[in-house]
């Protein structure tokens, strides 16, 4: 299996520490909103990398976590914290806005029938590690004290700039206007925040004699070092995560632990609407209850995610959309033909996974499942490897409907025809539909 890694920038076969225990960390949703479909995107993309690694006999150990503390509006350690935020949007505390998006969250998590991560670690349940960890960073000198928190000082760790490529001085040439004073470095980052004087921020602990919070990069290395330890076999996100959080995750996890944070690093591109990011604050979101509403499934907006690459470029439209539903109806309609014909595959499951196999290229996949004849053991496997749930979506007709297909033809070969229209109306109320053929009625859905 070959994946395309960030610390090399190529696509290079993927060597396992362990395989019957590969570690996958996938940084989760801050839990203050909704998650829209450009979040669900790149957990579609992570839950093929989960079943493809399961199809090659791996055993996968993956975290996810769930921020609901720690996140501010602006991810340089400013403005108000996220939770805070949702909390006065809809007049509810913190921790009851955490807990009504993280239900919401796993309902469309579960909904897009995404693999079950091993754990999901909501990052309040972490704060002692996560006083723990900032000990220790203070006692190998790589931070210090400012009027709002505690520091990183990113001077200290060499290949800071490395895995983001960096250019440092440019990052603080192009910080002057909002720099941070009391920072000394533009890169540096708050591992530690301290509740201001007046300061409306309802989760607060105590650390070093003063009421804070944890920064929103260390809950990750936190989370990592407690449930998976160090070095793990791959990290996942999206491209934004590159230059701050990633790099900022690297920099506390290396520092403290003297290992190797992970060893692949996967970040998936943006899903943009009319060419701009998918984001809250543009006001240009979809969530899949939008999609329903609009009369699509959310395995649907899955197949749709699973036509592209995890690292290309692609642009949302409900015209795309459609052409996806079609597509798995017409998948659907196959697995009902495999129902009624004893069908010879010519579909290769080694050639199959080997698509996935190379950088989890599904877009390839999905034109190899277009071209050849499946069986229904075919299809169970394709559910195996894409979770669209083609046979729980598509299942065989009860006994009655098919009597009802059975009267239908006797009444159209016996020249009933009002009892047989009665009899495709009856049918078309259970989204069924049928084919005259020259060897007999075919069954097919109508959605």
């Not at 754990?119 to 723990?132: L, P, W």
């Not at 007046?198 to 920064?215: L, R, V």
């Amino acid at each position: 299996m070959k994946l395309y890694n960030q610390i090399t920038k190529n696509v290079a076969e993927f060597v396992p520490q362990d395989p019957n225990n590969i570690k996958i960390y996938t940084c989760g949703p801050t839990v203050y909103s909704y998650a829209h479909i450009g979040n669900f995107s790149s957990y579609i993309y992570w839950d093929l990398l989960v079943r493809t690694l399961s199809l090659n006999g791996y055993q996968v150990n993956r975290v996810l976590n769930l921020t609901d503390v720690g996140h501010l509006s602006s991810d340089a350690d400013e403005g108000e914290d996220k939770l805070e935020k949702g909390a006065k949007r809809e007049g509810k505390t913190v921790w009851e806005i955490a807990d009504k998006y993280i239900t919401a969250f796993l309902k469309d998590f579960r909904a897009l029938n995404l693999t079950e991560p091993t754990k999901i670690a909501r990052a309040t349940d972490y704060i002692e590690a996560d006083i723990a960890l900032v000990k220790k960073l203070i006692d190998k000198g790589y931070t210090y004290e400012t009027s709002d928190g505690i520091y990183y000082d990113t001077s200290k760790f060499e290949k800071y700039a490395d895995f983001a490529r960096l250019n440092l001085e440019k990052l603080k040439a192009g910080a002057r206007v909002e720099f941070n004073s009391e920072k000394r470095n533009a890169s540096d980052f708050a591992v530690w925040k301290y509740v201001k004087p007046g300061e409306d921020h309802a989760m607060q602990w105590e650390f070093n004699g003063k009421m804070g919070y944890p920064g929103w990069h260390l809950e990750c290395s936190t989370i990592i070092h407690e449930e998976l330890g160090e070095p793990i076999d791959i990290h996942t996100g999206g491209i934004d995560h590159i230059p701050i959080h990633h790099t900022n995750e690297i920099a506390q996890s290396e520092a403290a632990f003297d290992e190797k944070l992970s060893h692949y690093w996967l970040h998936c591109n943006f899903i943009t609407i009319d060419g701009q990011k998918v984001s809250k604050s543009l006001g240009n979101i979809y969530t899949l209850d939008d999609l329903r509403e609009k009369g699509y499934s959310p395995y649907d907006f899955k197949l749709w995610v699973l036509q592209g690459h995890y690292r290309s470029d692609r642009n949302f439209s409900f015209e795309d959309l459609n052409a996806a539903k079609n597509r798995r109806l017409n998948w659907r309609n196959r697995v009902a033909e495999s129902y009624q014909k004893d069908l010879s595959s010519s579909f290769i499951k080694e050639t199959a996974l080997s698509f996935v196999n190379n950088d989890l290229n599904s877009a390839e996949l999905m034109a190899y499942i277009d071209d050849n004849t499946l069986s229904l053991d075919d299809w169970r496997f394709i559910d195996q490897l894409l979770g669209l749930d083609l046979l729980k979506t598509s299942p065989d007709l009860t006994d009655e409907l098919k009597e009802q297909i059975k009267a239908r033809e006797n009444a159209r070969r016996a020249g009933d025809y009002a009892t047989a229209d009665a009899l495709r109306e009856k049918l078309a109320e259970n989204k069924i539909t049928v084919l005259d053929t020259e060897n007999g009625p075919i069954w097919q859905y109508l959605a």
